[in-house]
């Protein structure tokens, strides 16, 4: 059963890519894919990851859709007419392919004897509460051993926020400035 939703979902997530790339229309664009974040985070509730999730629906369907739609305020909402070109095709397919290749090489998913189960993984999970003294496993990798990734994906999500506004408000300052009458600089 687990298997038919992961897969359903899947399937899902392509066709949504798909009607993606095939719109004009940036507003659309823009609102499927917030949906799309949902239904990543979706997935990932289903395969356990909920700390995915939920990092999955505030910063794709929630940051990156008000940053995308700040944006759409500063330009237009169709999409310009582009020529077919081939090279982006063939470079896009390429790295596709290398990214494939590369999976070979890994380790099989759930390999008891994966490296990362021999080094990393023990450590945290027999020496976290002793060393941090957080019960949850999870919030110990995120909020002590990753501390500073952490906080560097705050750093940039801030930042992000802080553009958007300085980009919206700057858009409302040459709107206000575009709309005065009488041009001399002041409020009648």
């Known amino acids: 059963m687990i298997e038919l939703l992961d897969l359903s979902l899947l399937l899902f997530l392509a066709v949504v890519a798909v009607a993606v790339a095939r719109f004009r229309n940036l507003f ?4 499927v894919m917030g949906f799309y974040s949902l239904v990543s985070a979706a997935l990932f509730t289903v395969l356990d990851a909920v700390d995915v999730a939920f990092t999955e629906a505030a910063v794709g369907a929630g940051i990156s859709t008000v940053i995308m739609l700040g944006t759409l305020l500063l330009t237009t909402s169709k999409e310009k007419p582009q ?6 095709l063939v ?5 596709g392919g290398m990214l494939i290749f590369a999976t070979f090489d890994m380790p099989a998913y759930g390999d008891p004897d994966a490296p990362i189960h021999q080094h990393v993984a023990p450590r945290y999970i027999h020496e976290s509460a002793q ?4 019960p949850n496993l999870v919030t110990a990798v995120l ?7 952490t906080l560097g994906e705050t750093t940039v999500i801030l930042t992000a926020g802080i553009g958007v506004l300085l980009m919206l408000g700057h858009a409302r300052r040459s709107e206000n400035a575009g709309g005065d009458a009488d041009g001399d600089g002041e409020d009648a």
């Open 91 to 95: 470079v896009v397919l390429a790295t």
């Open 28 to 31: 659309a664009v823009v609102i």
């Open 83 to 88: 020529p077919f070109r081939i090279v982006p």
């Open 143 to 149: 909020a002590s051993y990753r501390g500073y990734d």
């Open 131 to 134: 060393e941090i003294g957080v």
